[in-house]
T-cell receptor, first 113, second 109 residues
């Protein structure tokens, strides 16, 4: 148990669906991250929020829309996804940005049909 | 060429063996992280280091800043050590991590 909870753990959606991934941390951290992990590829940073403000958008397509209502919660809204978006989506949090350990959730395994 | 390279990509060992996983990087860094990912997907931080050596139980991590190289050692390996081990570097002023592709370790009983 890392203190970072992601729901759902598994999600299957069609290309026309709209769904949301949720991440919650109970560690009092200020920074939260969304990562994408595809097979045979390194983790890719998608978005970073620091004190609820988005500080990084790593050229992510607009069909992925993040939301951070407070420092403890992070959402990733999904719409009109493509099959190549199927991957493991991981949320992480850290106390600060530089030289801080990141704590990861268990991930959401997403399949886009 | 990736900025963070790990070797080997896959590693199979017998229980009890001494294991070494290597990580080389090409950028200036403020810290290097070793992470463990189990088949379920969750990732756990093992070490964060910027110089020298750290030890936790049977795990040892070393870093050579001049050579831009780090190693993760596992002594007396056990089947429960089977996982993917990921090296990541904290390379910029913003603190974004750059990840290697990971090393998949399988320890047989």
């Amino acid at each position: 148990e890392t203190g970072v909870t992601q729901t759902p753990r598994h999600l299957v959606m069609g290309m026309t669906n709209k769904k949301s991934l949720k991440c919650e941390q109970h560690l009092g951290h200020n920074a939260m991250y969304w990562y994408k992990q595809s097979a045979k590829k390194p983790l890719e940073l998608m978005f970073v929020y620091n004190f609820k403000e988005q500080t990084e958008n790593n050229s992510v397509p607009s069909r992925f829309s993040p939301e951070c209502p407070n420092s403890s919660h992070l959402f990733l809204h999904l719409h009109t996804l493509q099959p190549e978006d199927s991957a493991l989506y991981l949320c992480a949090s850290s106390q600060g940005r530089v030289r801080n350990i990141q704590y990861f959730g268990a991930g959401t395994r997403l399949s886009v049909l | 060429k990736n900025e963070v390279e790990q070797s080997p990509q896959n590693l199979t060992a017998q229980e009890g063996e001494f294991i070494t996983i290597n990580c080389s990087y090409s950028v200036g860094i403020s810290a290097l992280h070793w992470l463990q990912q189990h088949p379920g997907g969750g990732i756990v931080s093992l070490f964060m280091l910027s110089s020298g050596k750290k030890k936790h139980g049977r795990l040892i991590a070393t870093i050579n800043i001049q050579e831009k190289h780090s190693s993760l050692h596992i002594t007396a390996s056990h089947p429960r050590d089977s996982a993917v081990y990921i090296c990541a570097v904290d390379g910029g002023s913003q603190g974004n991590l750059i990840f290697g592709k990971g090393t998949k370790l399988s320890v047989k009983p």
